[in-house]
């Protein structure tokens, strides 16, 4: 980076109180983490780039993650502090490329640590404030095309944004599937009747116990069924809208060529991304509830057999 910007310090940053009235970045400018200018505490920030009114842009120099992964954890909700910025005026955050959800700053994944992330994925974190794309101008001709070709910028990068938030969900999808098929069939080999000998060392409590953890894993395996399913043939597979929503962000979004119907399009967009958000939180709560309710639970019960049917060969 670029350092000829005034480095602005966590204390300086709270005499920023408008985003509307400040000025769009013409370099990146570095912004401390604490009161303290070290450069171990330092990222940098680009306020509405290539135009953008709504969008922050940070990047985070290995040394500052160096410096955290030792020390304090660095989180979102220590860098929208430093910027200034509240979590309510956020509409979205793409983090390296991942979504995350911003309707309450008590949601773990503003305190969860920030990792340096891999190669090839997006390496920035873009915040998109919400209600402010377009400004207010005067109603002329000259403005109002002026304003046109802003808010059409505005969408083209709600676009990309939006489809690499669903590249970075589409890497966790494919290790979630993957989970979820090695979870099923676990399931599987342990949805059995019991064998003779545990059948008559087992008393009444534990059949029982065991009839209800055989109906706790035939559920997870049917929900985690249900899932893989939506993700293999579902909205969000191949054989949905994803290769027609590549096709519109690679031969238009990604060259600048003009494309119509932008407006309707964007929201296409950012449904899809929505929607395969959704299914990566679905997946990740089926393979989580069918570990503890259906793996763990029947494995319980499977233990608490095998050990009266062990002291029941030692009596003998």
């Known amino acids: 980076m670029n350092d000829q910007s005034q480095p602005i310090s966590d204390e300086g940053r709270r005499d920023v109180v408008d985003f509307n009235q400040r000025a769009a970045s013409v370099n990146w400018e570095p912004l401390y983490l604490s009161p303290n200018p070290e450069p171990s505490k330092m990222i940098w920030i680009w306020f509405k780039p290539q135009g953008v009114q709504n969008q922050i842009t940070v990047s985070i120099p290995p040394e500052t993650f160096q410096n955290y992964s030792s020390n304090q954890q660095l989180n979102l909700l220590m860098l929208l502090n430093a910027i200034r910025i509240e979590i309510s005026q956020i509409a979205m955050i793409s983090l390296f490329g991942t979504?995350?959800?911003?309707?309450c700053q008590d949601?773990?994944?503003?305190?969860q640590p920030v990792m340096q992330p891999a190669s090839g994925v997006d390496p920035y974190i873009h915040l998109m404030l919400a209600g402010e794309s377009v400004p207010v101008v005067a109603n002329t001709q000259a403005t109002s095309g002026v304003d046109n070709d802003e808010r059409e910028k505005n969408l083209r990068r709600a676009i990309d944004m939006d489809w690499n938030a669903v590249r970075g969900i589409e890497t966790q999808l494919k290790v979630l599937r993957k989970q979820l098929d090695?979870?099923?069939t676990r399931l599987n080999s342990l949805n059995r009747d019991l064998s003779p000998e545990e059948t008559l060392h087992a008393d009444q409590l534990d059949i029982r116990d065991w009839q209800d953890a055989r109906r706790w894993l035939?559920?997870?395996a049917s929900r985690m069924s249900r899932y893989l399913k939506e993700h293999d043939i579902g909205m969000t597979s191949s054989a949905g809208n994803r290769h027609r929503l590549n096709q519109i962000h690679?031969?238009?979004i990604v060259p600048g060529l003009p494309l119509e119907g932008v407006e309707h399009i964007q929201h296409e967009f950012e449904t899809y991304r929505k929607m395969a958000h959704n299914l990566m939180q679905n997946m990740s709560a089926a393979h989580a509830s069918a570990k503890t309710d259906g793996e763990q639970r029947a494995q319980q019960v499977l233990r608490r057999i095998a050990?009266?049917?062990?002291a029941a060969r030692t009596r003998r």
């Open 250 to 252: 690679q031969q238009f």
């Open 182 to 184: 090695q979870m099923a």
């Open 307 to 310: 050990a009266k049917t062990r």
């Open 218 to 220: 035939r559920d997870m």
């Open 107 to 111: 949601h773990p994944a503003f305190h």
């Open 99 to 103: 979504p995350v959800e911003t309707s």
